[in-house]
């Protein structure tokens, strides 16, 4: 039998959690955008790093948009971490056409390392020494042809030492409709909404899709070495900065790029769960106050509606009263949130259905000591992780 204290308990707690969501959600309401600009940035040098394993399919776009930017991209290196799918001939055909692309063989890669972080440090170290800016581009990125000085405009008016871009999301159907936007969602409910620089750890946001970094400060924390044994390089990276008190910014962009993360829903449950709960050796306590925010702000909500309508048992009024507003606020998000997704398939809309188990599904892989990524074994110990091979 439930004990009568429980459920108080339960609604008491989510009152709690709710407010910390809501108070930060609305401190961050309203922030700045990367705006396009196509004035040229004549005494800038960008150098771009994309790293590939395997990604022959989804690389041609990605390497058209980053043909198609100004001057200012010296040099685009596509770092191949032992590809088996002909991504070398893809990369060499483009290198032909544009002498700023570069292939570079960083396999194999070390047990020790993480193979992303890994792509991206061999980059580092062979990008040309005139480049100020790194640019590291995923290679299922999609960018426009002023992304570049649309994005060396804002930091040099912000003067962030990263830029990271929330960029726009393109589903694979209905099925990725319901699970992406409620995981997304769990990002919004930890760490507010974009548009903001900081200098706080537990604030920062990344996206290692398309990130702008200043080469100086990212070389002074050791580059992407750090992070050579984290499941979310692009967090410790960027929190390593705020850490050495560099200002780490997180905005959206007009039109400027999106991204086709995936290729199914369950490739999105599985690889993207694995990152989100952003566990490192920066997460600390906060980290797990965030898990549990999501889970008694945006998981609970729904289900507890609809189970109080299906039972015949009286329910405390303040339980009822709580999650009906955390709801209405989740349908509040979910309607900010679609700005995301220019061509949002009409499951968008059920996406809050997902939230109990995208929420139990980051507790499941913050608490998971082993994961796979494309045959390789990844293993944390101690929030941190070591790959082997």
């Known amino acids: 039998m439930t004990r ?9 707690l989510q009152a709690i959690a709710g407010m910390r969501v809501i108070w930060r959600m ?16 004549p005494n800038e040098r960008v150098t771009a790093i994309v790293p590939v394993l395997n990604e022959r399919r989804r690389l041609a776009l990605c390497l ?63 990008a040309n020494s ?17 992304l570049v000085r649309s994005l060396l405009a804002h930091a040099g008016r912000t003067g962030d030492a990263l830029l990271g871009v929330a960029t726009a999301q393109r589903l694979s159907g209905a099925g990725e409709g319901i699970v992406h936007p409620a995981l997304l969602t769990t990002l919004v409910y930890r760490f507010g909404i974009p548009g903001h620089a900081t200098r706080q750890v537990s604030r920062v946001q990344a996206n290692g899709q398309c990130s702008l970094f ?82 008694l702000v945006q998981g609970l909500p729904l289900p507890v509606l609809l189970l109080t309508r299906r039972s015949s048992r009286p329910f405390p009024p303040l339980l009822l009263i709580v999650n009906a507003i955390l709801l209405m606020v989740r349908l509040g998000v979910l309607i900010g949130t679609a700005r995301a997704y220019p ?4 499951t968008y809309w059920l996406s809050p259905l997902a939230d109990l188990p995208a929420s139990l599904a980051l507790w499941r892989s913050a608490l998971q000591r082993q994961h796979m990524w494309r045959g390789r074994i990844l293993i944390r110990d101690d929030a941190r992780t070591r790959t082997m091979q």
């Open 4 to 12: 009568p204290w429980l459920l108080p308990l339960i609604a008491l």
């Open 26 to 41: 609305a401190s961050t309401a309203g922030g700045e955008r990367i705006v396009e600009v196509a004035a040229p940035r």
């Open 64 to 126: 058209e948009g980053l043909m198609a930017q100004p001057a200012e991209l010296a040099e685009i290196l596509v770092v191949d971490g032992g590809s088996t799918d002909g991504a070398q001939v893809l990369v060499a055909e483009f290198a032909a056409r544009d002498g700023r692309i570069r292939l570079i063989d960083a396999a194999p890669i070390p047990s020790h390392w993480n193979g992303k972080a890994h792509g991206l440090q061999v980059g580092l170290d062979r």
């Open 130 to 146: 005139a480049s100020t800016w790194i640019l590291t581009v995923d290679a299922d990125v999609r960018p426009e042809p002023n």
């Open 214 to 295: 200043r080469r100086g400060a990212l070389e002074q924390i050791g580059g992407f070495a750090l992070a050579r044994t984290s499941l979310c390089e692009d967090v410790t990276v960027a929190r390593a900065l705020a850490a050495a008190g560099h200002a780490t910014g997180f905005y959206e962009s007009d039109g400027l790029v999106d991204v086709a993360m995936y290729e199914s829903w369950q490739e999105t449950w599985r690889n993207w769960t694995r990152s989100l709960p952003m566990r490192d050796q920066f997460s600390g306590l906060n980290g797990w106050i965030g898990l549990g925010e999501v889970t």
């Open 343 to 346: 061509a949002r398939p009409w």
